[in-house]
């Protein structure tokens, strides 16, 4: 038992993925599946590649996974290839399958096989082995996805997988022994399967899987005209009855041939929903040991597809009516029985074992399979944890297992089992989403109740909102009264402070002049003071010189007296000086006397001098004083004068703040209508919302 990953078959387009689970409930193996996102995803080493998803994909977010571009690269890149192609090509380019051959070959493709004669092999291997090993129940294998459930879901079943190729690997086997020429050659299969991939993979035969639909696709961008290119035969010899091998019993029809009557100890089974459960059950039948007593038919002629590999998977014909898809399969074999001699079953049936003759050798197209159960990686809850999920899933009794199938699991059990394994997510289970629907309806009509007890709450404070509104209108009012009285008054009071400033402005500069006048006065004063100090030092020094000549006049007084004297020794000689000597002694007396009387006159004035110096320095001390106090009323009067103009200069913002003041009072009764309007609308759906929850 091993694990092993297997190559991506169908790939999601997570864009287009709206995670609706059709595809889980189309999948036959779900738990490939994981929708435990916002998107589901694939689990490529779990998936079968049976393609039921691409088909229920109805947003078409699951695509065909092939080798198509690989392949036409190669051809571009000049490698040796050849092809083989399914039956199902006649069904797919009805009419035109051999001009596919010719389309084939012009782009490089070295040669082109009929994977019909490989059905053909196929069945003769199936009798060789049932006749030799006398199985009693052995299941058909030319369908990959079947083989890949059995050996991941079920190997129990692998030893009753018939141990011989499909049609495709005995084509490619056939090739390699008896075509050596082509033994080196890399092979496209032109396939109606995307599961076939899987198949090349294990058996390392096959190197690009070219489905049918990605082809036809190509040849459409490509406006490839296949009419118009020449019809080209396969390389090996035409098959007979395989030729409908990829119709349903298709595998009876052309056993029937060699061995008559075979239909009656086969079953044949075909689509994802039937065939699937079935072999479940022969699992069981066979694990109970009841597989021996004629309860399993011999040979089980078993396809994936509905309707066989014409309506394939990697054909996108699954829709289209059996008959239709069969009908060209019908044509060519009515052209083939020709070939082998007409109807005669007989006739026909030895020519055709001549030819397989040639091309079958015991043990060449034996196959072998993988035990991939490793795979398989679910686990399996216990009871308590199964309880625990179904909890999870809000299922707490045997009422809560609907089965309803909306996940798209089938069972309860089956979904609880992928979240268990983190492969879903109660989100996705119905019952759950019911089941909170239920309490948020339980929950809503709690909030209704107190929603309208709410409401009566909010109508009543509407009511007091209303008056409080109509009281805050009348305060509004009021207010915006005020602001107006109070802005005029502000403004008067701006345009009296505006002139008292420019009167103060006026009278500082008169001030100043008066500064300026005392200032000077008192230079005057000072220049005044010197002037007398000054006479009074001159006047003094005339004292001095009055002294001098008061000397003078003593001293020739006492002079005139000698010369008297003198003038008397000298008689009559002497008495004309005498007579001047008298003179000069009058003279000198007058000059005495004057100079006595200037002497006291001058002492009067220098007393006045110095009474006028004392009131000019007493002048001085006050006009430095007065000058000191004009400056100070003149400071004063700046600071006034300054206080004014920042006075003004505030009065102009108080003015601003009041205009917007009054216009903020314009709005606010403008903001009031509006609240009125709304408050009047927010009562009226208040009580629209009263009646509506009454209704609800």
Same mark, same amino acid.
């Given at each position: 038992?091993?694990?092993?990953?297997?190559?991506?078959?169908?790939?999601?387009?997570?864009?287009?993925?709206?995670?609706?689970?059709?595809?889980?409930?189309?999948?036959?193996?779900?738990?490939?599946?994981?929708?435990?996102?916002?998107?589901?995803?694939?689990?490529?080493?779990?998936?079968?590649?049976?393609?039921?998803?691409?088909?229920?994909?109805?947003?078409?977010?699951?695509?065909?996974?092939?080798?198509?571009?690989?392949?036409?690269?190669?051809?571009?890149?000049?490698?040796?290839?050849?092809?083989?192609?399914?039956?199902?090509?006649?069904?797919?380019?009805?009419?035109?399958?051999?001009?596919?051959?010719?389309?084939?070959?012009?782009?490089?493709?070295?040669?082109?096989?009929?994977?019909?004669?490989?059905?053909?092999?196929?069945?003769?291997?199936?009798?060789?082995?049932?006749?030799?090993?006398?199985?009693?129940?052995?299941?058909?294998?030319?369908?990959?996805?079947?083989?890949?459930?059995?050996?991941?879901?079920?190997?129990?079943?692998?030893?009753?997988?018939?141990?011989?190729?499909?049609?495709?690997?005995?084509?490619?086997?056939?090739?390699?022994?008896?075509?050596?020429?082509?033994?080196?050659?890399?092979?496209?299969?032109?396939?109606?399967?995307?599961?076939?991939?899987?198949?090349?993979?294990?058996?390392?035969?096959?190197?690009?899987?070219?489905?049918?639909?990605?082809?036809?696709?190509?040849?459409?961008?490509?406006?490839?005209?296949?009419?118009?290119?020449?019809?080209?035969?396969?390389?090996?010899?035409?098959?007979?009855?395989?030729?409908?091998?990829?119709?349903?019993?298709?595998?009876?029809?052309?056993?029937?041939?060699?061995?008559?009557?075979?239909?009656?100890?086969?079953?044949?089974?075909?689509?994802?929903?039937?065939?699937?459960?079935?072999?479940?059950?022969?699992?069981?039948?066979?694990?109970?040991?009841?597989?021996?007593?004629?309860?399993?038919?011999?040979?089980?002629?078993?396809?994936?597809?509905?309707?066989?590999?014409?309506?394939?998977?990697?054909?996108?014909?699954?829709?289209?009516?059996?008959?239709?898809?069969?009908?060209?399969?019908?044509?060519?074999?009515?052209?083939?029985?020709?070939?082998?001699?007409?109807?005669?079953?007989?006739?026909?049936?030895?020519?055709?074992?001549?030819?397989?003759?040639?091309?079958?050798?015991?043990?060449?197209?034996?196959?072998?399979?993988?035990?991939?159960?490793?795979?398989?990686?679910?686990?399996?809850?216990?009871?308590?944890?199964?309880?625990?999920?179904?909890?999870?899933?809000?299922?707490?009794?045997?009422?809560?297992?609907?089965?309803?199938?909306?996940?798209?699991?089938?069972?309860?059990?089956?979904?609880?089992?992928?979240?268990?394994?983190?492969?879903?997510?109660?989100?996705?289970?119905?019952?759950?989403?019911?089941?909170?629907?239920?309490?948020?309806?339980?929950?809503?009509?709690?909030?209704?109740?107190?929603?309208?007890?709410?409401?009566?709450?909010?109508?009543?404070?509407?009511?007091?909102?209303?008056?409080?509104?109509?009281?805050?209108?009348?305060?509004?009012?009021?207010?915006? !009264?005020?602001?107006?009285?109070? &802005?005029?008054?502000? *403004?008067?009071?701006? /345009? =009296?402070? $505006?002139?008292? @400033?420019?009167?103060?402005?006026?009278?500082?500069?008169?001030?100043?002049?008066?500064?300026?006048?005392?200032?000077?006065?008192?230079?005057?004063?000072?220049?005044?003071?010197?002037?007398?100090?000054?006479?009074?030092?001159?006047?003094?020094?005339?004292?001095?010189?009055?002294?001098?000549?008061?000397?003078?006049?003593?001293?020739?007084?006492?002079?005139?007296?000698?010369?008297?004297?003198?003038?008397?020794?000298?008689?009559?000689?002497?008495?004309?000086?005498?007579?001047?000597?008298?003179?000069?002694?009058?003279?000198?007396?007058?000059?005495?006397?004057?100079?006595? !009387?200037?002497?006291?006159?001058? &002492?009067?004035?220098? *007393?006045?001098?110095? /009474? =006028?110096? $004392?009131?000019? @320095?007493?002048?001085?001390?006050?006009?430095?004083?007065?000058?000191?106090?004009?400056?100070?009323?003149?400071?004063?009067?700046?600071?006034?004068?300054?206080?004014?103009?920042?006075?003004?200069?505030?009065?102009?913002?108080?003015?601003?703040?009041?205009?917007?003041?009054?216009?903020?009072?314009?709005?606010?009764?403008?903001?009031?209508?509006?609240?009125?309007?709304?408050?009047?609308?927010?009562?009226?759906?208040?009580?629209?919302?009263?009646?509506?929850?009454?209704?609800?």
């Amino acid at each position: 038992m091993g694990k092993e990953s297997l190559h991506a078959v169908i790939s999601v387009d997570e864009n287009k993925c709206v995670n609706c689970h059709a595809c889980i409930a189309a999948c036959p193996v779900k738990y490939c599946n994981n929708g435990a996102g916002e998107k589901v995803v694939i689990n490529h080493d779990m998936c079968i590649g049976c393609g039921s998803c691409i088909h229920a994909c109805t947003h078409h977010a699951r695509l065909i996974v092939d080798d198509s571009e690989h392949f036409f690269t190669a051809l571009e890149k000049r490698e040796k290839i050849i092809a083989i192609a399914a039956p199902a090509v006649a069904s797919h380019f009805p009419g035109q399958y051999l001009n596919l051959n010719g389309y084939l070959k012009s782009r490089g493709v070295e040669a082109v096989f009929d994977v019909s004669f490989g059905a053909e092999l196929t069945v003769y291997s199936y009798l060789r082995y049932i006749k030799d090993a006398h199985p009693n129940f052995c299941i058909s294998q030319p369908c990959p996805a079947i083989v890949s459930f059995i050996e991941i879901y079920h190997p129990e079943l692998l030893p009753h997988l018939a141990p011989a190729d499909s049609p495709m690997l005995h084509t490619l086997k056939m090739i390699r022994e008896y075509y050596p020429q082509y033994r080196n050659h890399k092979v496209a299969v032109l396939s109606p399967c995307i599961a076939k991939k899987r198949e090349f993979e294990e058996t390392g035969l096959g190197d690009y899987n070219v489905t049918f639909a990605l082809l036809r696709d190509y040849l459409e961008r490509q406006r490839v005209n296949l009419a118009a290119c020449r019809a080209e035969e396969y390389e090996n010899p035409p098959a007979e009855r395989a030729i409908t091998f990829s119709m349903p019993g298709g595998l009876l029809i052309t056993a029937e041939r060699d061995n008559p009557g075979i239909g009656r100890i086969t079953r044949k089974i075909e689509g994802v929903h039937t065939i699937y459960p079935y072999l479940i059950d022969v699992a069981k039948t066979i694990t109970a040991g009841r597989g021996k007593d004629g309860n399993l038919p011999l040979l089980v002629d078993c396809l994936n597809c509905e309707k066989g590999c014409n309506g394939g998977t990697g054909t996108c014909n699954g829709e289209m009516p059996m008959d239709t898809l069969e009908a060209p399969i019908w044509k060519r074999r009515a052209e083939v029985e020709k070939h082998y001699g007409g109807k005669s079953t007989e006739k026909n049936r030895k020519k055709v074992a001549k030819v397989l003759s040639k091309y079958w050798k015991p043990g060449l197209y034996n196959r072998s399979y993988k035990n991939l159960a490793g795979n398989y990686t679910l686990k399996e809850p216990d009871t308590t944890q199964l309880k625990e999920v179904y909890k999870s899933l809000r299922k707490f009794s045997e009422e809560d297992i609907y089965d309803c199938n909306t996940c798209g699991y089938g069972s309860c059990r089956s979904m609880a089992l992928a979240v268990f394994n983190g492969l879903n997510r109660p989100e996705n289970c119905h019952h759950y989403n019911l089941s909170l629907i239920k309490e948020d309806r339980e929950t809503i009509n709690t909030l209704n109740r107190e929603l309208n007890v709410q409401i009566e709450k909010s109508l009543s404070f509407m009511k007091d909102i209303n008056e409080l509104v109509d009281s805050l209108n009348n305060q509004i009012m009021h207010q915006a !009264s005020a602001i107006e009285e109070s &802005s005029a008054s502000i *403004e008067q009071m701006m /345009a =009296t402070i $505006g002139n008292t @400033s420019s009167v103060a402005q006026k009278k500082r500069e008169s001030i100043q002049t008066l500064v300026s006048n005392a200032g000077r006065g008192q230079e005057s004063m000072q220049e005044t003071i010197k002037a007398v100090e000054s006479i009074s030092q001159g006047v003094e020094g005339v004292s001095s010189a009055i002294k001098v000549i008061s000397g003078i006049a003593a001293n020739t007084n006492l002079l005139s007296m000698n010369a008297s004297i003198e003038a008397a020794h000298a008689g009559d000689a002497g008495r004309g000086f005498s007579v001047v000597a008298d003179e000069i002694r009058r003279l000198s007396e007058t000059t005495r006397q004057n100079s006595q !009387s200037i002497a006291h006159t001058l &002492s009067s004035i220098v *007393e006045g001098i110095r /009474a =006028t110096s $004392g009131c000019s @320095s007493e002048t001085d001390t006050l006009m430095n004083q007065m000058s000191g106090e004009i400056n100070d009323v003149a400071n004063t009067i700046t600071e006034l004068i300054n206080s004014l103009g920042e006075l003004s200069s505030g009065s102009r913002e108080v003015t601003i703040a009041l205009a917007s003041l009054r216009q903020l009072s314009v709005e606010v009764k403008t903001n009031y209508q509006s609240m009125m309007e709304k408050t009047r609308e927010l009562e009226s759906a208040m009580n629209e919302i009263a009646t509506i929850q009454d209704k609800n």
